[in-house]
């Protein structure tokens, strides 16, 4: 039997991933100062046996004042790499891809942990110890009603901003991880540069298309020449902005271009984040035509993302050549072992799970089977009495 698309292996550069299914970042905001502990060994950890092949590490800021929540995880500091580094030999250890999104939240940035509330920290809002702090980004347009107004950032701060995300890039490969992704979607620092509705500089990185896309690809080439040549490098969009007059999907099609010229090894399509809503309808598998469209217009291989929820779904978005891989959030917290499930659903066996439960839950099926239908006693009767 031909085994379905969703687990087939994808080699990009010098990293085979062993199957197309992809944890996408997830903000936890539940570190402090940037390091990770034992949280995130169990949150990533459970993605890795539950079958997913490369599981992307949440936005993982390049600065400290670049990160969205003093929650946020951070390579701005050697003393982050260690925690990482645990995480990453777990993921191995398992045979899964251990990615790591490079983030900079730009003018979203200092923002509550989202179940402390909406938007920006205020000083009445702030946790003890937890003081906003002012935000940069491309120009000094604020990010939405009642957000404060970023600094722009001027050409001599840009270039050191280039610099950290190259510092943070090393990082990321002495923490071992196989794949970086560069954060240019939902809003944040790069994306505030590539949209027309906060890039409004009149300089060499604002006005034309191409001039929106300048400094997001110097951050782009910068990042690739300091990751290894044979580690793929994929780069998150937004396809389109979350307003009708943003982004438009021709002009992240021409990003993607660029980013192929650069080395960029694979496209994760995803959108929204500028202009408040959402200017297209939602539905299951709704960015999946982005990705497909950023496919064939970049030649470049895609991610798609976005209630991607079952597996049949999930499978004939790669059999029909949209896109080459599939990454799932909340479907993942939903059901860390969804890729298991998916196996089982599509090939009928416990073959992809792993040697310590596979085996025994195939042979509970033949013991459930030889049962059928339930003849025992009714199993309430058999719970204790409460005392
Ligand atoms: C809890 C949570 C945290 C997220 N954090 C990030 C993040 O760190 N970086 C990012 O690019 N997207 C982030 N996203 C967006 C997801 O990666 C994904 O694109 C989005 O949830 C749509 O996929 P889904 O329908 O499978 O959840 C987050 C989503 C969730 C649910």
Redo the contacts with the bound molecule.
């Keep these: 039997m031909t085994p379905p698309a969703l687990f087939t292996p994808l080699t990009l550069r010098g990293v085979t991933l062993p199957n197309r299914l992809v944890v996408?970042?997830?903000?936890?905001y539940s570190v402090t100062e940037g390091v990770v502990g034992d949280y995130h060994l169990a949150h990533l950890g459970r993605f890795a046996l539950g079958g997913f092949g490369t599981v992307l590490v949440?936005?993982t800021a390049v600065t400290r004042d670049g990160r969205i929540s003093h929650g946020d995880v951070g390579l701005w500091d050697d003393g982050q790499v260690e925690g990482l580094a645990r995480v990453v030999s777990f993921l191995h250890s398992q045979g899964t891809v251990a990615g790591v999104?490079l983030?900079h939240a730009g003018g979203k940035a200092s923002t509550h942990r989202p179940w402390d509330g909406e938007g920006p920290v205020t000083p009445d809002t702030a946790r003890p110890g937890e003081d906003p702090w002012p935000t940069v980004s491309a120009s000094d347009v604020p990010l939405g009603e009642g957000w404060p107004q970023p600094h722009a950032l001027g050409t001599d701060e840009l270039a050191a901003l280039v610099a950290d995300w190259v510092a943070a890039t090393r990082r990321a490969e002495r923490a071992g991880f196989d794949v970086v992704e560069v954060?240019a979607?939902?809003g944040y620092l790069l994306n505030q540069f590539l949209s027309p509705l906060t890039n409004t500089r009149t300089d060499a990185y604002g006005g034309s298309p191409a001039a929106r896309m300048r400094f997001p690809l110097e951050v782009v080439a910068a990042v690739r020449a300091a990751w290894p040549a044979d580690r793929p490098l994929l780069v998150?969009v937004s396809a389109v902005d979350g307003a009708a007059d943003g982004t438009t999907l021709e002009e992240t099609v021409a990003f993607a271009r660029e980013l192929a010229a650069l080395g960029v090894d694979a496209v994760?399509t995803?959108g929204g984040g500028i202009g408040g809503g959402w200017a297209h309808p939602i539905g299951y598998g709704y960015q999946v035509p982005a990705a497909a469209a950023v496919k064939a217009g970049s030649g470049l291989p895609t991610m798609a993302?976005?209630?991607?929820?079952e597996p049949a779904q999930a499978e004939a978005v790669l059999a029909t050549g949209q896109a080459d891989l599939v990454?799932?959030?909340?479907?993942?917290?939903d059901d860390p072992n969804w890729p298991l499930h998916a196996a089982r659903e599509l090939t009928g066996s416990y073959d992809a799970w792993p040697v310590q439960s596979g085996p025994r839950l195939a042979s509970r099926d033949r013991l459930l089977t030889s049962i059928d239908p339930w003849t025992g006693p009714d199993p309430v009767q058999l719970a204790p009495p409460r005392t």
């Design positions: 996408a970042p997830m903000c936890q949440e936005a999104q983030a954060h979607a939902h998150r994760d995803s993302v976005g209630l991607l929820t990454a799932l959030a909340r479907a993942a917290q």
